[in-house]
């Protein structure tokens, strides 16, 4: 049993506040920073600066901590590192410039870069390093005087800015990290997460718990959407896929006629057909929108209209009529029927897919569509109602 008391957990205070990343994680960061820094000081020395002396200055070390190794930091922005490196170089040089005790010039310099940062809502810590350099190299910065804020400050904030941005993309990470400048998958402005509070709550709420500089209101919208999930998904608990699986499939072969894939549609109001071949062996899966899809294109290389694009996909006067096989999608998820029902809720709710099948080995078993989910929470949400009131809800 750890021991207790006031000393004890002071102690444990002083202790990782972090957990350890990986190693995975460690190497991204220090490769990226490495390939930075190394390109920046290949660019000093093609500049015919030999010397580097303030052009290879220390904050860029800082500053390629926070973009390579916390992308997602508010403090890490290219707005951030760009503009608060800007503005504390300048308070540097007007400090040296203003200010002639040494020691004074320290502190007005790093003070006033501050200052600088937060009326330019561009924070960024190794700003205040950038200050102190120049206040410390007060010769030199005589001599190259307002333009050490451009180069190197600026310009080489730049360059490490945009080789993060690069190595952001190559190893999976998101960098600059502005998440409510996408557009979601429907091409609409929806919130696809849909979280019922607005981007001023969120913002309010990091301020109130004064967070604003060490989390992003686009980390904490993806952190309550997944925490949501997680709930939703501990509702399903106890409930396996084949609980819940249609089994009564209607299926289509690979060379199914277009013409008879949507007649299936229109009878049976499904929204997906599963695409099997002997032994009923899961080959892919169709949705109605592959139709529409399909003929939007006919439409457009053809030049006639989309009703006219759709009649000829699924009645074409000559050639071979276009099959199943051409539109269905192979790259559907599929689950086991023994897998818990909360395993297809991120499928289905974030996924372009309206149904997963179920396989059992390379055979379809069973489909689990939107509706089979939404009707399983409601019958879940039902129960816990019964158990909560003891009555039988109307």
């Not at 206040?135 to 360059?159: D, K, M, N, Y």
Request: glycine share 8%; proline share 6%; hydrophobic share 50%.
């Amino acid at each position: 049993m750890p021991p207790s008391g006031p000393l004890a957990r002071f102690l444990r205070q002083l202790g990782p506040s972090m957990p350890f990343l990986g190693l995975r994680e460690a190497l991204r960061a220090s490769i990226g920073a490495f390939a930075g820094l190394g390109l920046l000081a290949v660019a000093v020395i093609f500049l015919a600066r030999h010397d580097y002396g303030l052009f290879m200055i220390a904050p860029f070390g800082a500053s390629a901590v926070l973009l390579f190794a916390v992308p997602n930091s508010p403090l890490a922005q290219p707005w951030s590192a760009m503009v608060g490196n800007l503005v504390s170089g300048l308070a540097g040089v007007g400090a040296v410039f203003f200010v002639a005790d040494p020691a004074l010039c320290m502190a007005v310099a790093v003070g006033g870069a501050i200052f600088a940062m937060h009326l330019c809502n561009a924070l960024h810590p190794p700003g205040g390093a950038v200050a102190l350099t120049a206040a410390l190299s007060a010769e030199q910065i005589r001599e190259l005087g307002w333009s050490f804020a451009l180069s190197p400050v600026l310009a080489g904030t730049a360059c490490l800015a945009a080789v993060a941005v690069i190595w952001a993309r190559l190893t999976g990470r998101r960098y600059p990290f502005r998440q409510q400048d996408e557009v979601n998958r429907h091409g609409t402005t929806d919130n696809v997460d849909r979280l019922h509070v607005t981007r001023a709550e969120l913002a309010g709420i990091l301020q109130q718990f004064r967070q604003t500089t060490n989390i992003g209101v686009e980390d904490l919208a993806r952190l309550v959407g997944a925490v949501e999930m997680l709930a939703a998904q501990h509702q399903m608990e106890g409930i396996e896929v084949a609980d819940v699986m249609s089994r009564d499939l209607v299926t289509v072969a690979p060379d199914t006629r277009l013409s008879n894939v949507a007649r299936l549609f229109r009878d049976h109001g499904f929204t997906s057909l599963p695409v099997v071949g002997p032994d009923a062996r899961y080959l892919g899966l169709i949705f109605q929108i592959h139709l529409i899809r399909r003929g939007q294109e006919l439409a457009e290389r053809t030049d006639q209209g989309f009703l006219r694009s759709i009649g000829s996909l699924l009645s074409p006067q000559s050639g071979t009529p276009p099959s199943a096989a051409q539109v269905m999608s192979v790259t559907v998820p599929s689950v086991a029927a023994t897998a818990p029902l909360a395993e297809v809720l991120p499928l289905l709710a974030r996924s372009d897919c309206d149904a997963v099948p179920v396989l059992e080995g390379q055979r379809i078993i069973g489909i689990v569509t939107r509706t089979d989910l939404i009707d399983a929470l409601a019958h879940r949400q039902a129960n816990l109602l019964v158990q909560d009131t003891g009555s039988t809800p109307a």
